[in-house]
């Protein structure tokens, strides 16, 4: 297998955006074609979950390749729900390491504003089991909320614990331009003061508005290229080092122990030996905070926390800019927004930008090694990647 | 007759699955594909449960209960829950009913109540 490098990221801005969906994806590309100094390239995978759905588009990555005259590139869409975006990473991957392509274009994108947010909402709920959840009315933030309350229940996640990754995430978005929210929380407005539970209702008991992340629209893009044309870009050397990739039940409720998420601990497991890296030698983070309460499991089963005390972690500030393992420095889900296909390219974008120091006030100091965590469905299909900067 | 929601218990070597699948989680005989149907219990205790506020577009309610109940077989599975005040670990029964309504269906599953 050959050595797979990242040589171009490219993102727009998450927020609504009134472009063609094509266009939004097309747009991030070609910031990341340029950042990589390629007009063109072999293959593109194009991510996405909801195109034939919400935008009444079939065939996207044919579009996006008309669209960056990329032609006659090979050129194929991928739909692996939340988890769409590092699928595409990951088949990106196997195109280079194997030899077939050495210039990969891997472009996420989702336009979920174009419809109202009833109707955002059931398009992610198809991704439930259709007969013994989704007839029900079940929503992933119910999905959440129940995995929440046991998590409260067993190890002492309390809403507390939730604002609290809430405000940190929100507010680290502050530091990033492309960021959905751009506007600052404190506990007092989100907690603790009389106001607070009229600015932050129930969405699904227990979960609070402030612990869900925003529907957005957005795109994101990164080049991937064999060694040999890394040494020609001559970009900073980030290598694509480690890939896991599990499945879980379809069904939430048939999995034996409730508040474990075994996809995400197998993908995270896998990552790492393929990399040669433990948890230890990871210097920022980027894990799937679609909800509050998934960046405390997630930071367990990953292997930052033993399982229980990912919230002792984060009371300490383990996990903020500066503390011993920085999560979300980019605001993640929470702050930057989750526009489903693109978010497990933008992860993979902002991994990058650590790497190579360009993170700006959100920079994680000599970061060398980062890892991405995108977690599909209601982690029954999580992707892990590992990324190491080499010179 | 009283509506069922069915498991599924492989002729092989008798796991049961629900929800239904095409190869079997224990024996993995894909060369087999026989399951008999065998009803769920209708009563339980509640693992988990929510109030969902947002729901889909569907749904012409305010609030709706759901929740993730062990069955008195051992198995799980989500229904809705009408019960004013849950509580994890409560006795709970069951019944099937419409749960929810499209234009021209009605899709029944579980609903339950305080045993």
Known sequence: MRDVYVAGIGITTFTRLEYPLSEIAAYASMMALKDAGVTEVDQLYVANMGAPRVNHQTALASAVADSLSLLPAGAAAIENGPASGAAAIKAGFQAVASGMDDVVLVAGVERMREVNNLEATDFVATLTHPLAEYIYGVTLPAHAAMFTRLYMEKYGVTERHLAMVGVKNQNAALNNVWAHLQQGITMEGILDSPEAMTN???????????????????GAAIILVSKEKAMELGRPLIRLSGIGQATDTHAVFEREEPTDLLAVRKAAKDAFEMAGLTPDDVDVAELHDAFTILEIAESEEVGFFPKGEGHIGL?????????????????????????????????????????RGDGGKRQVEGAKVGLTLNFGGFGNNVVCLTFVRED | MAREIYAYKCRLCGTMHYPFRMVCKGCK????????????????????????????????????????VELENGMRMLGQLQIDDPKIGMAVKGSVEVVRKETYDNYYGMVFTAA
């Open chain 1, 200 to 218: 932050n209702p129930y969405v699904a008991e227990p979960l609070r508005f402030f612990d869900a992340c925003p529907v957005s629209d957005g």
């Open chain 1, 315 to 355: 009371e300490k500030g383990e996990t903020a800019l500066g503390g011993r393992i920085p999560i979300n420095v980019g605001g993640g889900l929470k702050g930057r927004g989750h526009p489903v296909g693109a978010t497990g390219v933008a992860q993979a974008w902002e991994i990058v930008t650590q790497l």
């Open chain 2, 29 to 68: 005989q894909n060369d087999y594909f026989e399951f008999d149907t065998v009803p769920l219990p209708k009563n339980g205790k509640l693992l988990t449960y929510t109030t969902v506020y947002n729901l889909p577009a569907q749904y012409d309610v305010a609030t709706l209960g759901l929740g993730i």
